[in-house]
T-cell receptor
Framework: DGGITQSPKYLFRKEGQNVTLSCEQN?????MYWYRQDPGQGLRLIYY???????QKGDIAEGYSVSREKKESFPLTVTSAQKNPTAFYLC????????????FGAGTRLSVL | GDSVTQMEGPVTLSEEAFLTINCTYT??????LFWYVQYPGEGLQLLLKATKADDKGSNKGFEATYRKETTSFHLEKGSVQVSDSAVYFCALSSNAGGTSYGKLTFGQGTILTVHP
């Protein structure tokens, strides 16, 4: 089955630690996105990538980093500079001709110990 | 900038009741409008969309009409089921400023719970 796989489902971060969230898609989509979801708020865009080896900051990129070395993979690193990392993180992808129709993974819930 | 405002939740209904979730937006240009649904423990799925004024999007018994005069895109369903319990997000996509990367602006989400 084609889709987007995010792992792990739950993740805990200690103070001063960087953690990496995985996002893999087998939909052959060019564009990929990372969103942050907080209770009572909509999704906010962290980073996006339209093509391999290229990515752009979204609305709330500070404290996060990404890479796009393969078309299928778009990992997100939550760095120690992100002072409020507790949230639900969603990865999405879309095709070139319909970028606004995005397919989402099941998400990773990150908590701080 | 672009923004989307949804009615406050949560919304609790009995099975077979009529559903309306209000959504209004602010955007430059002529945005496309979407409703996404998030079932418990899952990511978001596109429920329906409308790309121009007076378009009606529909899917799985849900409908929404793009009303430019009132800048609204309210979600409706005539008879809800327990399986419709989820979080519903209204979203827009605007090409203002030449953005072409698929930027979506989401509302805060409305939790719907349907009881038998």
């Amino acid at each position: 089955d084609g889709g987007i796989t995010q792992s792990p489902k739950y993740l805990f971060r200690k103070e001063g630690q960087n953690v990496t969230l995985s996002c893999e898609q087998n939909l052959n989509h060019d564009a990929m996105y990372w969103y942050r979801q907080d209770p009572g708020q909509g999704l906010r865009l962290i980073y996006y990538s339209q093509i391999v080896n290229d990515f752009q900051k979204g609305d709330i990129a500070e404290g996060y980093s990404v890479s796009r070395e393969k078309k299928e993979s778009f990992p997100l690193t939550v760095t120690s500079a992100q002072k409020n990392p507790t949230a639900f993180y969603l990865c999405a992808s879309s095709i070139e001709g319909a970028k606004h129709i995005q397919y989402f993974g099941a998400g990773t819930r990150l908590s701080v110990l | 900038g672009d923004s989307v405002t949804q009615m406050e939740g949560p919304v609790t209904l009995s099975e077979e009741a009529f559903l309306t979730i209000n959504c209004t937006y602010t955007a430059t240009g002529y945005p496309s409008l979407f409703w996404y649904v998030q079932y418990p423990g899952e990511g978001l799925q596109l429920l329906l969309k409308a790309t121009k004024a007076d378009d009606k999007g529909s899917n799985k018994g849900f409908e929404a009409t793009y009303r430019k005069e009132t800048t609204s895109f309210h979600l409706e369903k005539g008879s809800v089921q327990v399986s419709d319990s989820a979080v519903y997000f209204c979203a827009l996509s605007s090409n203002a400023g030449g953005t072409s990367y698929g930027k979506l602006t989401f509302g805060q989400g409305t939790i719907l719970t349907v009881h038998p």
